[in-house]
């Protein structure tokens, strides 16, 4: 295995159920590449030695950190999770997206069979969740829209 700084570096979890860790990697004490690696990761922020195992991927397609970039600023990972939570009760489902890692925000979709359909529960939760993550999009954009908007001065408009 061989990585560069600015590669990102992914982790499985050791347990079922675990959440997958990645980051960026930082530093490489070795010039060919070779482990372990300083890693910066996304979820706390917090710099580790990695001696990558089996369960561990490195992505070279395109840096995500540079220490200095074109700009001379650095650059900056940040991961956010969306959670689902779907609700099935007599041919309705309700799904809940929630987005978390800054101000929690959550939208609502709902999905209903027809009375003549037969029951598929999938359909139902892939339509519900798709209408929740559509407006969680839409509550994305109306917070940027805002926060642009503080920023310049003025009402901005967020296009989507």
């Known amino acids: 295995m061989k ?10 979890s050791g347990v079922v159920g675990g959440a997958t860790r990645d980051g960026v990697v930082v530093a490489c004490p070795h010039g ?42 650095a650059s900056r990972t940040v991961t956010w999770q969306v959670e689902i939570t779907l609700n099935e009760a007599a041919g309705s489902t309700t799904a809940e997206a929630t987005v978390r890692g800054m101000p929690e925000i959550r939208a609502v979709g709902h999905a209903r069979k027809a009375p003549d359909d037969a ?5 139902g939760d892939e339509i519900a969740a798709a209408r929740a993550l559509r407006r969680l999009a839409d509550h994305l954009l109306a917070v940027a829209e805002r926060d642009v908007s503080a920023a310049v001065g003025h009402h901005a408009h967020v296009h989507a």
């Not at 990585?3 to 499985?12: H, K, M, P, Q």
């Not at 029951?119 to 359909?123: D, H, Q």
């Open 32 to 73: 060919d590449g070779s482990p372990p690696y300083r890693v910066r990761w996304s979820d706390t922020g917090d710099e580790t030695l990695v001696y990558p195992g089996t369960d561990t991927f490195i992505d070279h397609s395109e840096p995500v950190f540079a220490p200095d970039d074109a700009r001379g600023a």
């Open 3 to 12: 990585a560069a700084v600015g590669d990102r570096i992914v982790t499985a």
């Open 119 to 123: 029951e598929v529960p999938e359909i």
